[in-house]
Antibody, heavy 118, light 107 residues
Framework: EVQLLESGGHLVQPGGSLRLSCAAS????????MSWVRQAPGKGLEWVSS????????DYADSVKGRFSISRDTSKNTLYLEMSTLRAEDTAVYYC???????????WGQGTLVTVAS | DIQMTQSPSTLSASVGDRVTITCRAS??????LAWYQQKPGKAPKLLIY???SLESGVPSRFSGSGSGTEFTLTISSLQPDDFATYYC?????????FGQGTKLEIK
């Protein structure tokens, strides 16, 4: 059974930093690209970032480019999202998502809440 | 970036109704489109991919159609479990934009 378990979300001040983690199990982590998708309170879904199977290729939404960094540790079957210079508008539930054959998402984690406020 | 626009934003319907949700892309995305269902406090669930392919385990009352810039999600006979918010998403190119969502409410 595929499982994605996010952690690391909490309250952080504007301008602060945070690292999210996503522990993956039930599939060949090294054989799959991975992504982060977020959802602000009461709002819709926003793709944030994706990383290739090898980790050599990454993509970011314009809204986070230069502030967020996605990475993966195959030895730990874990996906990361390093977030810096956080803004109030980054407040959201952050989901770890596994792309299927193409970049639609067939498995999602339960999400971790990041709140940026003073 | 490709923009995705769903209509309506809210839809009121009754159990047993046939409902259709529309998603329009700002440029052609061929059939690179997926549909998701999301319930409050839960992660999205994949329903349809490649515009019309039903994800394994999803009831056959859900169907998708369209190509290019206009797509539809149809639920043939609404069940109580179907009242939720539905999102389309393109995967034609980075960024993988979602529509703003359609909330399906009980009439």
């Amino acid at each position: 059974e595929v499982q994605l378990l996010e952690s690391g979300g909490h309250l952080v001040q504007p301008g602060g930093s945070l690292r999210l983690s996503c522990a993956a199990s039930g599939f060949t982590f090294s054989g799959n690209a991975m992504s982060w998708v977020r959802q602000a309170p009461g709002k819709g879904l926003e793709w944030v970032s994706s990383i290739s199977r090898s980790g050599s290729s990454t993509d970011y939404a314009d809204s986070v480019k230069g502030r967020f960094s996605i990475s993966r540790d195959t030895s730990k079957n874990t996906l990361y999202l390093e977030m810096s210079t956080l803004r109030a508008e980054d407040t959201a539930v952050y989901y770890c998502a596994k792309p299927a054959l193409y970049f639609y998402f067939d498995y999602w984690g339960q999400g971790t809440l990041v709140t940026v406020a003073s | 970036d490709i923009q995705m626009t769903q209509s309506p934003s809210t839809l009121s319907a009754s159990v047993g109704d046939r409902v259709t949700i529309t998603c329009r892309a700002s440029q052609s995305i061929s059939s690179w489109l997926a549909w998701y269902q999301q319930k409050p406090g839960k992660a999205p669930k994949l329903l349809i991919y490649q515009a019309s392919s039903l994800e394994s385990g999803v009831p056959s009352r859900f169907s998708g159609s369209g190509s290019g810039t206009e797509f539809t999600l149809t639920i043939s006979s609404l069940q109580p479990d179907d009242f939720a918010t539905y999102y389309c998403q393109h995967y034609h190119s980075v960024s993988y934009t979602f529509g703003q969502g359609t909330k399906l409410e009980i009439k």
